[in-house]
């Protein structure tokens, strides 16, 4: 099965066709006045996601992200704190680095900054108003709606509708009401540059034309962002660039639904957000992204203070079942030839979650499917665990349960606890010997030391379960 999109552009599912091998992907990043917060991390775990089941799927991923460093609430936050513009964008651009590196987030392979590509950005103005889509009066720059009739196709809106029933920004320097900024005349105390039309800075949407022309040229697969984006940035977007070039910008447009806290927009400018750090400060990110990715990216996501704890119950079954294959099994022993009855039904059943998740990827990425098929193989597992007895054919066999659970939930959805599974290095053989030498202990009936043992590793966070089979250990 061939991977499936939903294109808001077309409002439709759509076969994924890439020019080549290279997947270009561009998505638009924050603007850096306040703290990182959970709905900064919804797209950047799902576009995380996306790019490796890209990348597993054959696909070479070139993504870029851009930062609005340039900006009023960036200007206003300046002046407030006594500070310039760029150390305020500076600042809380390193805070979203960090918090999406503690989420386990890769990192975009470029992120341009706005102040960074100023003569991109004059450039592109120029071409637009040579071609008669843009004007300039009183050192501002406008791009004229009325000269690109397929305006709205992105929002699905007409522009006699537009005009009728839509608030814009009053400006009498505009020809139209509907007109908007591409560069904006300077006011004191305000950052500025030189330009054609005299000092000023850019407006908000011309940056992301500019640069994702730069880096992935005229056309490229994937246009990201959040539902909130579509109009009027994104409209704006495609407006000015397939103005300036005649081709189209983007082939896919991905948009993801808001996630939202107190049945509203989890948003910095009403202060209605909780922190990346905040969250991740109480719950492992391997849980924090387990909760983004049960719902499908397009739907809306509710946020409470409970949210985490009722998912959590799932997700810990999930992780204590990987644990579990990971203590039983040893090192990789010579294939068996012929199986069990049991240990063939779970090597098809694995078989049978791998396909199952990639026609849920290619459905849209729809990663809760995804999910809900690793926990069908997971309870097949348990049931398996349950009469389990060591042989080398159900080594073998968990063998390839275990590398099916390390690389989707794993190294792809990013939702294993990884560092309680760890089959490889010191962790395993070093908890093999402590739990033989409390063994000894308990057998010598030294209770106290045995004891002192199982509580010294749990203010570690890792609990010690004493079982008919043996001692058992998991982190917390």
Known sequence: MAIQVYNTLTRKKEVFEAKNERVNIYVCGVTPYDETHLGHARPSVIWDVIKKYLRWQGYQVYHVQ????????????????????????????????????????????????????????????????????????????????????EYGKLSNQKLDQLQAGTRFEVDPDKRNPMDFALWK?????????????????PGWHIECSAMSQKYLGCEFEFHGGGADLVFPHHENEIAQSEAATSKPLAKYWLHNGMLNLKNAKMSKSEGNFVTVKQVLAKYPKELVRFY???????????????????????????????????????????????????????????????QQFIAAMNDDFNTALAIANLFELQSKVNSYLANFEPSPMSNCVLQQVYKLFKQLAGDILGVLKLD????????????DLILRLRTELRKEKNYQLADMIRDSLEELNILVEDTPQGPRWKFK
């Open 66 to 149: 851009n930062f609005t460093d340039i900006d009023d609430k960036i200007i206003a936050r300046a002046l407030n704190e006594g500070k310039t513009a760029q150390e305020i964008s500076s600042y809380y651009i390193q805070d979203y680095l960090e918090s999406m590196a503690a989420l386990g987030v890769e990192e975009a392979d470029v992120y341009p900054k706005v102040s960074e590509h100023i003569p991109e950005i004059i450039g592109l103005i120029e071409v637009l108003i040579a071609k008669g889509h843009a004007y300039a009066v009183n050192g501002n720059v406008f791009f004229d709606v009325l000269s690109f009739p």
């Open 185 to 201: 005349a300077a006011k004191p105390g305000e950052p500025a540059w030189d330009s054609p039309w005299g000092k000023g800075r």
């Open 292 to 354: 983004i990715l049960s719902n499908h990216y397009r739907s809306e996501l509710e946020f409470h203070d409970s949210k985490l704890d009722e998912v959590a119950r799932g997700w810990q079954r999930f992780n204590d079942c990987v644990q579990k294959v990971a203590s039983v099994i040893k090192e990789q022993q010579d294939p068996v030839e012929e199986l069990a009855a049991l240990d063939a039904q779970l090597l098809e059943a694995v078989e049978e979650t791998k």
């Open 420 to 431: 309680s599974t760890n089959v490889e290095g010191l962790t395993e053989p070093l908890m």
